[in-house]
């Protein structure tokens, strides 16, 4: 056997694979250019940097060379132009690149494509004159109901830090700024500018904040971004404990932390409690009087009146300046970027094959033989559907979007007939329409392969983001239930044809029960981006074997999951208590022993693989090495993410059964074999404990569990440690 061994990863080490050497914000030289530059300011020009003079700018000096910084939604692409004000531009040369949005990004589980996917933002943001790409969203996937899941990662904050890293590594790369959002506990979105959010510490530590702390320690993103939401009474964008005592004192960041879109309430708390630069604050009809802003003239009057010191001004200057040397806004030259190039459309087209995830297949149904069909029914409203400019700020005017239906016409040529029928219709509070659903039957019963869209839905735009929308800012999702009538027409096009395929897509869970034990293939699509189409019918058609993983769990029914059944969503009187505590996703699914529809973790391949060899030691430094040999079994070449699982056995706190600590992508040929190695520190078996406010990894015995998926293990062996 011909073994080739794979990197080296782990808690600590598969985050250092990607460097790429993130440059510090923090150099002694730059530091003594900021203090001269500072000390040259009048009072007027540095609070005139605090706040913004635009929808997306924040003010500059121009007398010193200071520029205006210009900031751009958004996580998955570079937004259309709206110039100063809120209304798009005509005639501008601002369709991009439209990337996979977050959740699918995070199915691939593979930070390679997340550094990838960060630098075409990172390009594109550059060629378009952008210093600051308002993305990742990387707020834990908390209810399956969250309208802006789409645009997160995940409910698991292991695989959060893997691709968040990547993400901002690639975006900074290109010498322009990540903004990590939103800063933090924006789970929801109902209520998102008022609702107070109260959780355990431990919760804080274990599931909402290991994200953040990633992407500062080790991404070393320049921008944070403060959420709309209250923590613990107080505004996340003005809040002490969360930007003061934990960003920039416990993780000691040093860049600037701006505020969401108006999240600025209060002029003392922004300035004492960490919040650098206000932005969007809604003052009035427009043109806004930016200099009325919270962190406007009333900031010159204080610090005159003596009630509030020049330094705290001065420091929120310093680290917006520390961004702007570090990435070249100051006394430097640029590289010009680059927009729409074939390799940036090839990374959208990449990211979605990977992300998207095989989530069954009996009886081989899939892939589909070109040669053994001449017609083929697509089905549904989604198939035949744009995607790029719904779901709010994330819009993206694409250069262009295959569909789904476009996709599979482009593969097949001319040789298969393609049918199409809508199924249903995308629109508020629809029921199932009999005359469409009659006409996808009628397709359906004629032709040798039927496929159906369906899922939800983003919404169209940003302007009708609420008459239609599911995953969009600003709403949640009513219920987890298909709307549209989508149910009856599945069951009717099963009932034609039972081997139809079935093509969820949207920001993740939605309940299946009615059908699902009638079908035999089912797909993940997400919202795939500018590819998606493309990359959908490859899948489909077998010229790519699928390897995406859910970073989520999909419950069977709403009420599984625990932000409903142990929590509170959206809350109860403007408050909403995650009683379900550390037990998110999988975390409650496994602990609870709830059977889930598809488990965290979970994706099919095209072809098998097996495992072998696993070896285990523990080392005196407090360090767990695991190596296994994973063996392509199958005829085709394909992907695998092992899964690294930690289970305490006794543990003498509660617990979640267990725990994401490491995984690797692995690529391998038919019948090739690879060994993985693993090395897990003590991170990979720590809680944290809130009375000693510390991590700690209680001496006992732990069980490391590899498989495909968190339900899925084919290996394990006992440590102690
Ligand atoms: C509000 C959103 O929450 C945030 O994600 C976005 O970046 C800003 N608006 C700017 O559009």
Known sequence: MNNKITGFVGSVLMLTVLTVNAQSLFNPATEAKITALIKKMTLDEKVGMLHANSSFTSGGVKRLGIPEMVTSDGPHGVRIEHGRGWTPLKNVNDAGTYLPTGNALAATWNPKLGYDFGAVLGSEAKFRGKDVILGPGINIIRSPLNGRNFEYQSEDPYLISQMAVG??????????????????????????????????????REIYLPGFEAAVKIGQVNTVMGAYNKFRGQYATENKYLI?????????????????????????????????????????????????????????????????????????????????????????????????????????????????????????????????????????????????????????????????????????????????????????????????IQEAV?????????????????????????????????????????????????????????????????????????????????????????????????????????????????????????AHKLGEFPGVNGTVHYKDDIFVGYRYFDTYNVEPQFPFGHGLSYTSFSYQNAVKKVTGDKQVSYSIDIKNTGKKDGAQVVQVYVEPINPLVSRPRKELKAFEKVFLKAGETKTVKFILNKDAFSYYDEKKKAWVADKGQYLIAVGNSSKDIQASGEVVF
């Open 167 to 204: 993400y901002i590594k690639g975006v900074q790369a290109q010498g322009v700024s990540a903004s990590l959002k939103h800063f933090a506990a924006n789970n929801e979105e109902v209520d998102r500018g008022t609702v107070n959010v109260e959780m355990s510490e431990r919760a804080l």
């Open 244 to 436: 003061n005592d934990i960003l920039k004192g416990e993780w000691g960041f040093k860049g600037l932390v701006m505020s969401d879109w108006g999240a600025v309430h209060n002029t003392m708390e922004a300035l004492e409690n960490g919040t650098d630069l206000e932005m969007g604050s809604d003052i009035g009809t427009p043109p806004l009087k930016y200099d009325q802003f919270f962190m406007g003239d009333t900031v010159i009057a204080l610090v005159k009146s003596g009630k509030v010191p020049v330094a705290l001004v001065d420091d929120k200057v310093r680290r917006i300046l520390r961004v702007m040397f570090k990435t070249n806004m100051i006394a430097a030259k640029r590289t010009p970027g680059a927009y729409n190039t074939k390799a940036h459309q090839q990374t959208a087209l990449k990211v979605a094959e990977e992300g998207i995830v095989l989530l069954k297949n009996e009886d081989n149904v899939l892939p589909l033989a070109k040669s053994k069909i001449k017609s083929i029914a697509i089905i549904g409203q989604n198939a035949n559907r744009e995607n790029a400019m719904g779901g709010g700020s994330s819009q993206v005017k694409a250069k262009y979007e295959i569909t789904p239906l476009q996709g599979i016409k482009n593969l097949v040529g001319g040789g298969i007939s393609v049918q199409y029928a809508q199924g249903y219709k995308i629109a508020r509070n629809q029921q199932a329409d009999d005359t469409l």
């Open 442 to 562: 009628n397709i359906a019963s004629k032709t040798d392969a039927a496929i159906i869209f369906c899922g939800w839905t983003h919404g169209y735009d940003y302007s009708k983001w609420d008459d239609n929308a599911y995953d969009a800012e600003g709403v949640d999702k009513p219920d987890m239930n298909m709307p549209f009538g989508q149910n009856e027409l599945i069951k009717a096009v099963l009932k034609a044809n039972p081997k139809t395929i079935i093509v969820l897509m949207g920001g993740g869970p939605i309940d299946v029960r009615e059908w699902v034990g009638e079908s035999k293939a089912i797909i993940e699509g997400w919202y795939p981006g500018m590819e998606g189409g493309t990359a959908l019918a490859k899948i489909i058609f077998g010229e790519v074997n699928p390897s995406g993983k859910l970073p989520m769990t999909f419950p069977k029914k709403l009420e599984d999951s625990p």
